[in-house]
């Protein structure tokens, strides 16, 4: 097992894998930027070091600075997190060339799965369905039109090194198709470093469920359920929930096989998300991304199926064996997360950074709240604005609700505006009672009536 363990992340995920260290008896080196001086996951780690200034470009996305942190600490692991650099192929080559263990897929697999365009040919190679799209990426405009024409309006243009919504684009005829084009791509460029797209069709009333499987280097894989993250604004997530109200045990089993597929086909080793989206009108499912990393959302299925996921991670990175098999996986109750961000949704959800002047956190049977904020804390304008995940779990759906609303209404935080006023209405909406009766543009069109 490791010794020390740098986490090169910062905020919640960074002081959740703090904690696995802390229970694994592992040393645990936090990284800052000047912005973060004062966060919890450096006051928690054994060690923690400056790495550069606010912004990104010159802290948490600076390798050789990571890498120098690395070698003061005499760190012989790197956990790294999600978002900045835990899917960046040339960042964990580099770990692993000096000597650590990058604590994540190996590089080769998270080249081959971060080009969206090249992991829909591995989906299809190996049999698991795919909405109807481009054959890889398209690079100019005509052939683009070609492909458009041969699919059919509307479609969706993405970024093939993409996520979260960026370089994306709906296009619903022709004469949108030249701009969208050009923005993906810029979009695409500024974001991830490449400018490629592909395009597929674009399917109007669909639900985003997505599969969490874990691997260990002797090949064994397992799924641990799925997540409905069909409640989702401009392509961000904003509510996540397990199970999801529209798959039944069959379908359960069929997507967590294919996704164990996926992940077999490209030796993927650790944590890991496959992402599918279902048609609402015939229910049936196609294959999106895989995200070679773990999730904001993690911890929605970690309360669900009773598994540590950070843990594993750690265990299967250092070599041992994962330890479970798939009947070994028993989901229980009903598990809701709440992405409580500093945003004001009465103002086209723009961001409140800002200091928290209050805050008080819900407590009680089944309630779990992933934040490093506290009183006087100071929400950055640098980085993503997400002050707390909070997640509840129940027996049942509308147990979990009811829970979830009970949350909200303790969960106290002042001096910035946030999220917890629009999941307060949100979970009150009968079509989201139903659990059967939304999509993805449910949230959207819904505001539009407010």
């Not at 490791?2 to 992340?9: C, G, P, S």
């Not at 969706?156 to 994306?168: H, L, N, P």
């Amino acid at each position: 097992m490791f010794r020390k363990i740098l986490i090169a992340n910062r905020g919640e995920i960074a002081l959740r894998v703090i904690r696995a260290c802390r229970e694994m008896g592992i040393a645990s080196v936090a990284v800052f930027s000047e912005a973060d001086r004062n966060s919890l996951h450096v006051r928690y780690a054994d060690e923690a070091y400056c790495i550069g200034r606010s912004p990104a470009s010159d802290s948490y996305l600076n390798i050789p600075r990571i890498i120098a942190a690395c070698e003061v600490s005499d760190a012989d692991a790197v956990h790294p997190g999600y978002g900045f650099l835990s899917e960046n192929a040339h960042f964990a080559e580099i770990i692993n060339s000096c000597d650590m263990t990058f604590i994540g897929p190996t590089s080769e697999a998270i080249a081959a799965l971060g080009d969206k365009a090249n992991a829909r040919d591995l989906a299809i190679k190996h049999n698991v369905p795919v909405v109807p799209g481009s054959n890889g990426p398209v690079n100019d405009y005509p052939t683009l039109v070609n492909e458009a024409a041969r699919i059919g309006y509307p479609i969706i243009v993405k970024a093939s090194a993409g996520g979260g919504g960026r370089g994306m684009r709906v296009v619903r005829n022709e004469d949108e198709l030249q701009n969208a084009f050009e923005t993906a791509r810029k979009e695409a460029e500024a974001a991830f470093g490449n400018p490629e797209v592909y395009i597929e069709k674009f399917l109007e009333r669909s639900r985003h469920v997505e599969v969490q499987i874990l691997a260990d280097k002797d090949g064994t894989c397992v799924h641990l359920g799925e997540r409905d993250c069909t409640m989702q604004r401009r392509h961000q997530k904003l509510l996540e929930e397990s199970p999801s109200p529209i798959v039944d045990e069959k379908r359960r089993k069929e997507m967590g096989e294919a996704a164990c597929r996926i992940a077999l086909a490209a030796n993927y080793v650790g944590a890991g998300t496959v992402e599918f989206i279902v048609d609402e009108d015939t229910n049936d499912y196609y294959f999106m991304e895989m995200n070679a990393r773990v999730q904001v959302e993690h911890g929605v299925t970690e309360m669900e199926a009773d598994v540590d996921i950070v843990r594993r991670q750690i265990m299967v990175a250092a070599g041992e064996p994962l330890g479970l098999e798939q009947k070994d996986i028993h989901l229980s109750g009903w598990t809701i997360e709440c992405r409580i961000n500093a945003e004001d949704p009465e103002h086209d959800f723009r961001p409140n950074p800002g200091k928290i002047t209050t805050y008080n956190l819900p407590g009680g049977p089944g309630v779990r709240v992933d934040s490093i904020a506290y009183a006087g804390y100071e929400i950055s304008p640098y980085y993503d604005s997400m002050v707390a995940k909070l997640m509840v779990h129940s027996r049942d759906r509308i147990a979990a609700i009811r829970r979830m609303l009970r949350a909200l209404d303790e969960f106290e935080i002042g001096g910035i505006k946030t999220t917890i006023p629009l999941f307060k209405n949100l979970l009150k909406q009968p079509a989201f009672i139903r659990g059967d009766r939304y999509n993805t543009n449910f949230v959207e069109e819904w505001l539009k009536k407010q």
